[in-house]
C-alpha cells in the first residue's frame, strides 16, 4: 500500500517503510528519520474557526466564513504548514434550504455520518450548556 509522506508529500511504500509513527489512532509514514522527528516535534499552529468548507460532503460550513477557512487550510497543507484546524460539526449539519415555487423558503437539517469522512478520537468530555449535560467527542480529518 502507498501512503504519502506528510512532510514532502513523497509517496511511500508502507510494507518496505522504515520509518513511521503511530499517533491518535493513525500510522503516518516518512521518508526518513528526518522527516518523522520534523513532523513529531515541530510547533503546530492552532486556527480556529466556527466553520470549515472541506468537502461539499461535509457539512461543516454554510457559505462564504466555511469556504474561505477551507481554502486557508489547503493552502496551509499545499504548503506543508504545520497547521490544525478546529471547527464544531453537528450530526445536523447546517440546514438545507429550499425555494418553493410560491417562493417560501423551507429550511430542514442535513443528517450525516461523520465516520464516512473523518476517524474519532478515543476521549470524550461532558460539559453543561444552558443547564444542560452535553457529551463532547473529537474527531480527525487528515
Known sequence: ???IDPIYGMPIDTEKAQFKAEIRGGTYYFCNEEHKRSFLESP????FSMEVGLKSEMPTYSGGLGVLAGDTIRSGADLKIPLVAVTLLSRKGYLKQKITDSGDQL?????????RSLRPLP??????IGGNEVKIKSWIYD
Open 123 to 128: 476521549e470524550t468530555v461532558n460539559v453543561r
Open 1 to 3: 500500500m502507498i501512503q
Open 107 to 115: 429550511e430542514y437539517p442535513e443528517d450525516w455520518d461523520p465516520s
Open 44 to 47: 503546530r499552529i492552532a486556527y
